[in-house]
T-cell receptor, first 111, second 115 residues
């Protein structure tokens, strides 16, 4: 049973436009959420996080939105750049170390 | 600041052979994690150490996998004997403390192929 789902395996966006990556979770005990970016042959790198007491967190071009009632979060990248092309993982957990990762979405930003 | 180091980067073995992976976390990080990432899936936690003690190994297949973190610094993960389904990238990560509100810093991973 997958507790964290990223239903879009891939996404292509034109440079300068908005990229929206989605993530759904099933466990209502999850209250901390993270996004990681992964380039080929490298480990995931932390991008942005959000706790359940917020519905939005912003860091430069990256914004994460959390809809607790829908158990849904999304990552917005504006404007998208070719260097953003990578696999993006969302992860969720109950505020402890044990995060469950989604299967990832491969983003391709077209120049 | 040096990142998480892992070796080897790639390993190819025959099934039923043994293999070991090494991880050196970021200096001063108390918590160390080993993840298994099978192709097309997200990372799955195998084991977590706090200093040199095991916090969680509930998803570690203990009949064939073992891990240790001697002296609370670097760590080794061993598979003995390997099966075909163990083919995956093994990621090591570290974080400053136990609390979940810390990002985890990942190493580059070891890609294991079992033939």
């Amino acid at each position: 049973d997958q507790q964290v789902k990223q239903n879009s395996p891939s996404l292509s966006v034109q440079e300068g436009r908005i990229s929206i990556l989605n993530c759904d979770y099933t466990n209502s005990m999850f209250d901390y959420f993270l996004w990681y970016k992964k380039y080929p042959a490298e480990g995931p790198t932390f991008l942005i996080s959000i706790s359940s007491i917020k519905d939005k967190n912003e860091d430069g071009r990256f914004t994460v939105f959390l809809n607790k009632s829908a158990k849904h979060l999304s990552l917005h990248i504006v404007p998208s750049q070719p260097g953003d092309s990578a696999v993006y993982f969302c992860a969720a957990g109950p505020g402890t170390y044990k995060y469950i990762f989604g299967t990832g979405t491969r983003l391709k930003v077209l120049a | 600041e040096a990142g998480v180091a892992q070796s080897p980067r790639y390993k190819i073995i025959e099934k039923r052979q043994s293999v070991a992976f090494w991880c050196n976390p970021i200096s001063g990080h108390a918590t160390l994690y080993w993840y298994q990432q099978i192709l097309g899936q997200g990372p799955k936690l195998l084991i977590q150490f706090q200093n040199n003690g095991v916090v969680d190994d509930s998803q570690l297949p203990k009949d064939r996998f073992s891990a240790e973190r001697l002296k609370g610094v670097d760590s080794t993960l061993k598979i003995q004997p390997a099966k075909l389904e163990d083919s995956a990238v093994y990621l090591c990560a570290s974080s400053p403390g136990l609390a979940g509100y810390n990002e985890q810093f990942f190493g580059p991973g070891t890609r294991l192929t079992v033939l």
